[in-house]
């Protein structure tokens, strides 16, 4: 069942990868043409997408935990990763000929993005009392997550940004070294 139940969820996450992934090596390889403008923070919030459908992935094991599950279920599964995908492709800029001004491509994309992530991080709070269980452990970094992409949706303050940008980086170091260590741990704390 856990195959069956990943596959999906699987290659729509795996499309947020290959989102990034292509813009970069179109990036590389129109490097000469490309009159190019670095802005840190959208940069690091790229990085961050491209761990997030990484550690997604590698959270989906954990459904193998779950004893069963109903075809609603499986809809509210899918739709995280299909959140994390349209929050990749409203981040990620296309490559084009002349000019790629990164600080421009965050401005335009940041009210959409932060709207999609913080419905993400919503989602990712739900996910488990949706399959029946409790709150996950890491329910409140999910939601400090959450109140992050909330705060950079509604104000567009250059150092408010900055701050929180180093902060979603602290928060992933954090979530790596407690629960993200052991394929699956979280579904294995989900049924101690």
């Known amino acids: 069942m856990f195959t069956f139940i990943a596959s999906l969820a699987a290659v729509i996450n795996g499309l947020g990868i290959v989102r990034i992934l292509s813009e970069l090596g179109e990036y590389i390889r129109r490097r000469d043409s490309i009159e190019f403008t670095h802005h840190w923070v959208h940069t690091s919030l790229i ?8 550690l997604i992935w590698w959270n989906l094991v954990a459904l193998r935990e779950v004893a069963s599950i109903n075809f609603l279920q499986y809809l509210y599964i899918l739709l995280g990763p299909t959140l994390l995908f349209i929050s990749t492709a409203l981040l990620v ?9 990164l600080k421009f491509e965050y401005q335009r994309a940041r009210n959409p993005y932060f709207t999609g992530m913080t419905v993400f991080w919503a989602w990712g709070i739900a996910v488990w009392p949706v399959l029946g269980y409790g709150l996950s452990p890491v329910w409140k970094m999910a939601a400090t997550w959450m109140a992050i992409m909330l705060i950079m949706r509604l104000t567009d303050n250059e150092k408010v940004h900055a701050v929180l940008a180093v902060a979603i980086w602290v928060l992933v170091t954090i979530y790596i070294s407690v629960y993200a260590m052991q394929l699956g741990y979280v579904g294995r704390l989900m049924n101690q």
């Open 93 to 101: 800029p296309r490559v084009n000929e002349g000019k790629l001004d």
């Open 47 to 54: 990085l961050f997408q491209l761990l997030a459908h990484v």
